[in-house]
């Protein structure tokens, strides 16, 4: 039986969900609730995810995700390693977390992103213990339940600042109570719209699930195990990345990959091997004889000074410019 694809491509939306072994918990306190969050950050921070929503069960969490890099592999495998982790470490526990692999739905953002959000965000009263009680009781218990985006998105709380909460508001005119009473107006009907994604791994209109079936899958259909379906992404030589670079910071070649080189030309060089080359952090910081966490910190200071100095994003503009004319 063919495994589901894992479809990837620029800009793509997504409805992913993973849960805990044999069903077992994967929160134990607040503490592991915290931990997954700032984890989810610091990850989301690495890849350059945008997080949409979220929400933590106790043995299993939700997450609607938008990936600009076609990168969602990645930064899944990235987080559930760091939170498995942390978690058999603090608990004194060895073996998997997870039960399989994570799920992911392609989402039409069109037609389902603000249904997704509101799965996601009506989650905790999608609960046995929950199931008798009445829709106000239900409400109420929405409005206070601390381990989701919702009190993000429906009132003046900014909780997590790292939430991309436009995407949704942007369907309600930016209007939390509108976005609010459309969440609210789902908890006596509550739809699941997972369900039309099995099989394809995709949520959409017949329109948007052809599409992608032709640009993105393609030829992938026909094999019996699936393995990543992902846009034709024209990378770019790591050898050319390299060149370019040094060249518009008049080094001699091979600088940047001197292990004793430092400063602004070798981050930014860092940066666009991984927007550009194709290349993970892992595989830059062997390429750059450097670990994996040196090249997470240089890309991180890089893009702070792309936003606070000009000169810096003139010439990465510059440099990016060049590289697409071939």
């Known amino acids: 039986m063919a495994r589901p694809l894992r479809i990837q491509y620029e800009n793509a939306y997504y409805h992913v969900t993973c849960r805990g072994n044999a069903r077992a918990r994967i929160f134990l306190n607040d503490y ?124 003046g709380q900014r909780r997590y600042p790292f939430l991309a909460l436009s995407e949704i508001l942007g369907y309600f005119s930016g209007n939390k109570k509108s976005y609010a009473r459309f969440v609210e107006s789902g908890i006596t009907r509550m739809v699941n719209p997972l369900k039309q994604g099995k099989g394809l791994g995709i949520i959409g209109d017949k329109p948007f699930i052809e599409r992608i079936m032709k640009q993105v899958i393609g030829p992938f259909t026909s094999r019996r195990e699936q393995p990543t379906a992902k846009k034709i992404i024209s990378h770019i030589e790591p050898e050319r990345v390299l060149q370019m670079t040094a060249e518009s910071f008049q080094l001699p070649p091979g600088e940047l990959l001197r292990k004793g080189c430092k400063g602004i030309a070798r981050s930014m060089a860092m940066e666009l091997l991984y927007r550009h080359g194709g290349m993970n952090g892992r595989e830059i910081g062997d390429l750059m ?38």
């Open 289 to 326: 004889g450097v670990d994996y966490s040196a090249v997470s910190v240089a890309r991180k200071r890089f893009r702070a000074s792309l936003a606070s100095d000009k000169n810096i994003l003139r010439l990465m503009k510059k440099i990016e410019d060049r590289l697409s004319q071939g």
């Open 32 to 155: 592991d609730r915290k931990t997954f969050i700032d984890l989810l950050q610091r990850s989301k921070e690495i890849y350059q995810v945008d997080i949409i929503a979220f929400v933590l069960m106790s043995n299993h969490f939700h997450l609607v995700v938008k990936t600009p890099l076609a990168n969602l592999q990645e930064f899944m495998r990235h987080f559930n390693i760091s939170y498995t982790s942390f978690f058999n470490k603090r608990h004194k526990r060895a073996g998997h977390l997870y039960q399989g692999r994570y799920k992911s739905f392609v989402i039409d953002a069109d037609s389902y992103l603000p249904e997704a959000s509101r799965y996601v965000h009506l989650n905790p009263l999608r609960v046995k213990e929950r199931s008798d009680a009445s829709p106000s009781g239900n409400k109420a218990y929405l409005k206070g339940y601390p381990w989701s985006s919702y009190i993000d998105y429906t009132t």
